[in-house]
């Protein structure tokens, strides 16, 4: 049987190649999907600055607890900013037994430059007490012992050319400051990411704007003392947190959970490389469960005389079943057993970009277990045998009269249930986009895929009579095109079931593709649009590397042109409320126009908070209503709304007092707005190459253009995984395509043994292709737009989603290119045939 | 009308024992209500073993659904069938098939190989789906009989007509069933091969003791036979030993004429 199975495979290459090639992806992308999650649970990032130190205690994430009783559910998110810990708890610790020593350790952000011109590095500040974490050892020098000195890591003193007794500078919140090298150190394991550089320990707490609290403790144990039992008894003096409790709680780090407390940016890695996955994880299996359901259904369809005949000559239903399944297995273990090489290929070129683009640091490692490969492959194989189990039932029905009738007119029988459960799926997909108009941003955004997912299922359960109602509706004006309308019409009417796989295919790609682009573009459009109404400043200033000292926006208005100038502070908070919504915030300023709708901003003193309007109504608030947020570094508070505005996509979601906001922040502007004339430019700039060098000036034009880079980098990740899916859905779609018309050989082969000409032949498919066409692009249009609209107006605000002109050409027009080209190439390839040929041993 | 029939049977016609085929009050109705369209109107038909029977009738007489119904392809309304002394009303689905591959040969007008498969393996395929061995020997006889041991790794496609049916009867004999259907086997050849095709069926009955019933609208193709069934209007309204070719056709002109189902059995010469 298994012989006779791979014979019929090889006897219709076309219908085995695409069901493979469609599994094939499927299992590629889940592997890669897997991968990618394995990866992020595991990464933890490597221990570098913190080498030497078996234990840390530092507080990077959020407890945050959702529902009650049975859905009582405790997550950990990670802390924009690093959380404080109390610089008392490094006595207490100290005192541990087996602890040789407690050390605190306080990281500022800063850019390190020469002691002439701009340019400016990214650079961490420790105090000099925390090198023998790492440790980091002298290699020239002395260390710091007075303000005023600085000890360069050796890259940078390189980088520099700097040298004991040199000048360097540091741009730090309070401004630029002059530092004399007093050494140069070096870790003795692999230098830590970024540059860091010391200062001695008073002066480092002075210039992180937080004297009184630590970022991280390190503890080195006395020889021979484990790890483990250090991190024990740590354990012991940083209790777990209370079961009720949410907010911030210092943890104690051991092993290679250490690397998580190196940088914030480890925790945001591990936040993508988890969520990624788990999003289109599902999409992807929903994608390929529905494409190969139907080229395994359509390749049991063209071989119904076959099976007939197999029938007739004495095999029973129960083989035909079996040979079926056992075909479709054949096929899914060829394609798991090298699908699972295209997704690890996937993984390590996403992991390269994801590197490249500074979405996640360098030490971001692809981790490459059993796991994935293993139920990617199982789920490739689910799949394929439940699509050839149910497309078996079909096969095993086929009669074996039916071997003997001149020709295999499509019989309409079974599949009641359909209409049913297409009716039930086309009732949830409604009732989710409604409740995807509720979500906000990400929630919204993998609601939007089931919405798609649950439209597109119902369509493929409803696809034979939707075939059927166009084809009458449409048949009236086929028959007025002539001889091969004719023919056409009568084709698509007596193929109802036949095409239901393509239309599906079709649906799938204009759907998905539609809803999934366009849903960016519209976000992007309202941003941008927001920005260009409400940006009132000519010029803005902006870093070259993590801020601006706050002292910059001063300085600046006192140069002649100079009228007005802001420093903003960008930052986030978390909401109380509702299981830490991470919403952005800024802080405010006369230079832009956030449209306010109700309230004052002039009211922004003291614990207030102004909210944009989509904001309040998911957070149902409104002016005089209170909020409970965390900050970016986890402290609670409680802020009263004084204004609501329009321009929250534009700007920032929420806004605060500067003097609130910035406490919580590494106490650096993000930009600096300025009101000024064209003639102020020079000045403003040579004035920034003392007190901001590396910083630029840029017109309002050229910001909005540098934002919407920034934007489109932000959302590369979830670009990239959109378009490998529409890459499937369009491979997909062309596979079905072709399959399908591969598989009318016989049919084409009388109409030319009949008369019928090539190019009526031609004509008559590019109409029945047509009729295929403009349904599949309404249908796929309404679900792109059901989905769309709500999820448009959940993030925007306003229910017209934005779709630029290349966006409907690229949609509309990729798929005529791929619906015609994946139709009329095989056909031609058919039409050179010889009918005679054609009509005699085949189907 | 059944005087008739009763008169014109053969004296051959002995004890059950000796019957390949017997098919009794056999009625096929299709579709429901007002549009049910009696394909068969109770027929009785009986065949002997090692007899070579063509069935005739015009398109519409129900020649083909008697075939399906007398071969288990297809299960009549109403009425009972035997191959051998089987009665195949009480087989589920899968003992008809299995019936189907032990018992019964088929060769049918076209499309009668699996385009897939080679001559050998298109032969074999009845007993592999059977999972039975076969006679190495009587298979090579078969194969050499009709003309095709150095095709065998042939597919169908690279095969005339002519040699597909020849293949489709060594897979037919290759069984060595009791009985062997053929729907139409010579309908789409030229003269000369259709008469090769016949010859080979008339073969396996002098031959091999065979038992072939064959549906066919050709008076040459039935006149290879020993017995000639007529069916009108899902009855059987004539059985003739052996006519010759052109009282076979004779008598086929005279069923052609308007339905009149009172007179239709009777002989009008």
């Known amino acids: 049987m298994v012989i006779l199975a791979w014979r019929m495979l090889r006897q219709r290459p076309m219908s085995a190649v695409a069901t493979f090639v469609a599994l094939w992806f499927g299992v590629a992308v889940i592997t890669a999907c897997g991968v990618l999650l394995e990866s992020g649970i595991r990464y933890h990032g490597t221990p570098e600055r913190y080498a030497a130190s078996s234990v840390l205690v530092a507080t990077t994430d959020l407890r945050v607890i959702s529902g009650q009783g049975d859905n009582r559910d405790v997550q950990r998110l990670p802390l924009p900013d690093r959380g404080r810990i109390d610089a008392g708890l490094t006595t207490q610790l100290a005192g541990l037994p087996g602890v040789r020593t407690a050390v605190a350790d306080v990281a500022t952000p800063t850019q390190v430059l020469p002691a002439q011109g701009t340019d400016a590095e990214d650079a961490q500040v420790h105090p000099w007490s925390a090198a023998v974490l790492a440790p980091f050892t002298l290699r020239a020098g002395v260390a710091p012992a007075a303000d005023g000195q600085i000890v360069l890591d050796a890259t940078t003193a390189q980088r520099l050319g700097a040298h004991p007794g040199s000048s360097v500078r540091l741009i730090l919140g309070s401004g630029v400051h002059t530092f004399t090298v007093s050494g140069i150190a070096a870790p003795s394991g692999h230098p830590p990411a970024d540059p860091t550089v010391f200062l001695t320990d008073a002066q480092a707490r002075a210039v992180s704007g937080h004297p009184s609290t630590v970022d991280v403790i390190g503890l080195i144990g006395q020889p021979g003392v484990p790890a483990a039992t250090l991190a024990k008894a740590a354990d012991g003096i940083v209790p777990d947190a209370p079961r009720d409790a949410e907010g911030t709680f210092p943890r104690v780090f051991s092993g290679a959970d250490r690397g998580l407390v190196e940088t914030p940016d480890v925790a945001e890695a591990r936040e993508l490389a988890t969520a990624l996955p788990s999003v289109f994880g599902g999409c992807t299996i929903l994608i390929a469960a529905l494409v190969i359901a139907g080229t395994v259904g359509l390749s049991v369809q063209q071989r119904h005389r076959d099976i007939a005949l197999l029938r007739a000559i004495g095999a029973t239903p129960r083989q035909m079943r079996r040979m079926v399944v056992r075909e479709s297995a054949v096929l899914a273990v060829l394609a798991a057993a090298t699908g699972v090489w295209g997704g690890f290929a996937g993984v390590w070129w996403l992991r390269d970009q994801f590197v490249h683009r500074g979405i996640t640091p360098a030490s971001f490692t692809v981790h490459i277990s059993w796991i994935p490969p293993v139920v990617a492959a199982a789920v490739g194989l689910i799949i394929s045998i439940g699509a050839a189990w149910v497309a078996s039932l079909r096969a095993s029905r086929i009669h074996p009269t039916e071997a003997l009738v001149e020709s295999s007119v499509e019989r309409r029988r079974g599949g009641w249930l359909r209409i049913p459960l297409g009716l039930a799926g086309l009732g949830g997909g409604v009732v989710l986009a409604i409740t995807a108009s509720r979500l906000r941003g990400d929630d919204a955004a993998s609601v939007a895929l089931s919405v798609v997912a649950t439209l597109v299922t119902a369509v493929w359960l409803l696809a034979p009579w939707l075939n059927r109602l166009t084809a009458a509706i449409a048949g009236v004006g086929m028959r007025a095109m002539g001889v091969t309308g004719r023919l056409a019409a009568a084709n698509s009417a007596a193929s109802a079931r036949r095409l239901a796989p393509v239309l599906t295919s079709l649906v799938l790609a204009i759907g998905f593709g539609g809803s999934m682009m366009f849903m960016q573009t519209s976000i992007k459009h309202t941003a941008a649009q927001q920005s260009h109404a409400g940006l009132r400043a000519d010029y803005v200033v902006v870093p070259s590397g993590s801020g601006l000292p706050s002292g910059v926006a001063a300085a600046l208005r006192q140069v002649p042109g100079v009228t007005a100038a802001d420093g903003v502070v960008h930052s986030s908070v978390l909401d109380r409320k509702d299981g830490g919504t991470q919403y952005s915030a800024q802080t405010p300023s006369d230079l832009v126009d956030l449209g306010v709708t109700s309230g004052r901003l002039a009211d922004l003193h003291g614990n207030t908070i102004a909210i944009d309007n989509l904001t309040a109504d998911s957070e149902n608030v409104h002016v005089g209503s209170s909020m409970h947020v965390w900050f970016a570094d986890g402290t609670p508070t409680e802020l009263r709304v004084v204004a609501t505005y329009t321009r929250g996509l534009g700007f920032a979601a929420t806004t605060l007092p500067a003097d609130v906001l910035a406490p919580h922040t590494a106490g650096l502007d993000s930009s600096v707005l300025l009101r000024a004339t064209p003639a102020a430019r020079a000045g403003v700039e040579r004035l920034l190459g003392q007190v901001a060098p590396g910083a630029e000036v840029l017109s309002r034009a050229d910001y909005q253009v540098a934002l919407d880079k920034d934007v489109a980098q932000g959302a590369w990740a979830n670009q990239m995984v959109v378009s490998v899916l529409l890459v499937y859905v369009a491979i997909a779609a062309v596979n079905t395509l072709a399959m399908a018309a591969m598989g009318r050989r016989r049919e084409l082969a009388t109409l030319r043994l009949s008369g019928t000409t090539r190019k009526q032949i031609l004509r008559m498919v590019r109409i029945e292709q047509g009729l295929l066409l403009g349904v599949g692009l309404i249908i796929g249009g309404a679900i792109a737009a059901a989905t769309l609209m709500p999820l448009v107006k959940a993030t925007t605000g306003t229910s017209t989603p934005y779709i630029p002109p290349i966006g409907w050409a690229s949609v509309i027009g990729g798929t005529v290119l791929l619906a015609l080209g994946a139709t009329v190439l095989p056909v031609r390839r058919l039409l050179r045939q010889d009918p005679v040929g054609a009509i005699g041993i085949r189907e | ?269």
């Open chain 2, 1 to 269: 009308m059944q005087a008739i029939i009763e008169q014109d049977r053969p004296e051959t016609t002995a004890a059950a024992g000796d019957l390949a085929v017997a098919v009794q009050a056999v009625r096929k109705s299709y579709g429901r209500g007002n549009s049910t369209v009696q394909a068969l109107a109770g027929v009785d038909v009986s065949f002997a073993r090692r007899t070579f029977t063509a069935v005739m009738g015009q398109s519409g007489s129900g020649k083909s659904t008697l075939l399906h119904c007398a071969a288990g392809l297809d299960r009549p309304t109403d009425g009972h069938v035997w191959i051998g002394d089987t009665e195949l009303g009480t087989l589920s689905e899968s003992d008809l098939t299995r019936l189907r591959r032990t018992r019964v040969g088929f060769v049918f007008q076209a499309f009668n190989l699996v385009p897939a498969l080679n001559v050998r393996e298109n032969v074999l395929l009845p007993s592999r789906l059977a999972r039975r061995s076969v006679d190495k020997h009587w298979l090579n006889e078969v194969l050499r009989r009709v003309g095709l041991d150095d095709r065998l790794r042939h597919r169908p496609a690279q095969l005339s007509g002519g040699q597909q049916q020849r293949v489709a009867i060594a897979r037919a004999l290759a069984t060595r069933p009791e009985v062997i259907f053929c729907d139409e086997p010579t309908g789409a050849l030229d003269s000369q091969t259709a008469a090769g095709v016949l010859d080979l069926l008339r073969e396996s009955v002098d031959h091999d003791g065979q038992t072939v019933v064959m549906v066919t609208h050709d008076p040459v193709a039935a006149s290879y036979a020993d017995r000639v069934v007529f069916l009108a209007d899902g009855a059987v309204v004539r059985d003739v030993p052996a006519p010759g070719v052109n009282a076979i056709a004779e008598m086929l002109v005279h069923l052609g004429r308007p339905a009149n189902p009172s007179n239709a059995g009777r002989p009008s010469w």
